[in-house]
């Protein structure tokens, strides 16, 4: 047993019966008159000959680059290109005939990566990464979240990362795996950073699903100049790139080749590059449309309107937003105007020219409601269809204006009568804009308004 102490603590013991003098002897002269101290010295150098003929057999001696003080059963290794230019970390690794952990973790979820590849993925924040290494990440990261923290194959699987903290509350020195919004990316990103200079709105990008993700993992020169640069082809000024791109952050996604393909079929139809490029400014969802679709909605306005060529392409140019409306929708904004409320084809052909908007409307809430206002105020379905921006205004508003009229004996809505006021006035303007439009002192109408 004293033996025992003796070798575990390496250090020079004397005799029991000479411990008073110990301290006022000679260190040298004690180690040679000590004859455990030799004892000590030979198990110390038997187990270091043994750690050093295991450590020259293992299969992952490439990634030994220093050998340290040679303690126990354990030795310190430096893992290899960790941390790049930086001081690489210090992992303890069991001396054994088996090759470390990180390389075997590397070897079972990293296929197309080396070691060094990996930890540099790991400790870096994710900016140059491919699409494929993000995959393998996220694979691996994966694992680990299905682990418990408190498991000792948590503490394998997370050996990869650097990270200076013991405890548990780990800091990685990387971007965030799940998050619902920009803000963890904005300051790692020079992608994200660089569209915020162009204009575009993240706030709102990030409301779309699905394309967050594929942003982030996009090279502004690679992936994103060269949409910039085809919007631009399309006469797309420069002050309404991040807008377009904003309303639209799909654009970024598809392929230029199939945005393309769309703009050549519009040109195509005689669309000209002006009239694609104010298209586009407006509303830019077409753009990610197959061609077909695109197509069929046109040919079905040709077909419900009994419209020319180029009243076509002028309303397509000035509402581009009905060409990516929903196809069902707008059939039953027709079905509702024609079968229910009877409007004939020429008043539907007058009210989608004048007002094509309408038919991009909810027709079982808004637009209902509304035609059923302008039938108890006894409006003809031919004051209607010469007036149908009234279908779009706030149906109170309506209601209201027009019992101020008919107080005072203007709700005729003739042009050929003394004190016309237009219908569509009705649902257009402020109140100020409208009473000083219709010759109406404003104070009478608000102590009507309080009245009601």
């Known amino acids: 047993m004293f033996s025992k102490v003796i070798v575990r603590c390496g250090r020079s013991v004397t005799n029991l019966g000479h411990r008073v003098f110990a301290s006022s002897f000679d260190q040298d002269k004690q180690s040679k008159m000590d004859p455990w101290e030799d004892l000590a010295q030979s198990v110390r150098r038997r187990q270091s000959a043994q750690i050093s003929q295991k450590v020259k057999k293992a299969s992952f001696s490439e990634n030994v680059s220093k ?114 919004n920009f803000e963890g990316y904005i300051k790692h990103s020079q992608t994200l950073q660089k569209l915020v200079m162009i204009g575009v709105d993240l706030s709102a990008v990030q409301n779309f699903p699905f394309i967050g993700n594929h942003i982030i993992r996009l090279d502004f020169e690679r992936d994103i100049v060269p949409k910039l640069l085809f919007l631009k082809d399309l006469c797309v000024y420069d002050h309404n790139l991040g807008l377009v791109l904003t309303n639209n952050p799909y654009i970024l996604e598809d392929p230029i080749s199939k945005l393309q393909s769309v703009v050549g079929y519009l040109k195509s139809k005689k669309f000209s590059a002006d009239i694609i490029g104010k298209m586009v400014s407006k509303h830019s969802m077409f753009l990610i449309m197959e061609i077909a679709d695109v197509d069929s909605k046109l040919g079905m306005f040709q077909k419900m309107f009994h419209l020319t060529g180029d009243q076509l392409r002028e309303i397509s140019s000035l509402n581009p937003v009905l060409i990516s409306h929903n196809r069902k929708k707008i059939q039953d904004v027709h079905f509702l105007l024609h079968k229910i409320w009877e409007f004939d084809h020429n008043q539907l052909k007058a009210m989608f020219i004048e007002c094509p908007l309408i038919f991009a409307e909810d027709p079982k809430k808004s637009l209902q409601i509304r035609l059923e206002v302008l039938y108890d105020m006894e409006i003809s379905n031919d004051k209607i269809a010469k007036n149908p921006e009234v279908l779009l205004g706030d149906h109170h508003q309506v209601r209201r204006r027009h019992a101020f009229l008919r107080e005072i004996g203007r709700a005729h809505y003739n042009p050929e009568r003394e004190g016309y006021v237009a219908l569509g006035s009705l649902a257009k303007y402020t109140t100020e804009k409208w009473c000083w439009k219709s010759g109406i002192p404003k104070e009478h109408y608000y102590a009507f308004l309080k009245t009601e």
């Open 67 to 180: 050998e340290k003080e040679l303690s126990g059963t354990e030795v310190e290794l430096v893992l290899l290109g960790l941390r790049g230019d930086k001081t690489p970390p210090t992992t303890n690794v069991a001396c054994s005939s088996n090759p470390p952990l990180n390389t075997k973790l590397v070897k079972k979820y990293f296929q197309t990566l080396s070691v060094n590849e990996v930890c540099d993925v790991m400790n870096s924040d994710l900016r140059s990464c491919t699409p494929e290494t993000l995959a393998e990440v996220e694979a691996y990261l994966d694992a680990v979240d299905k682990l418990d923290p408190s498991s000792p194959e948590w503490d394998t699987m997370t050996s990869l990362f650097y990270h200076p903290d013991e405890d548990r509350g780990i800091r990685y020195n990387f971007l965030p795996r799940k998050s619902t």
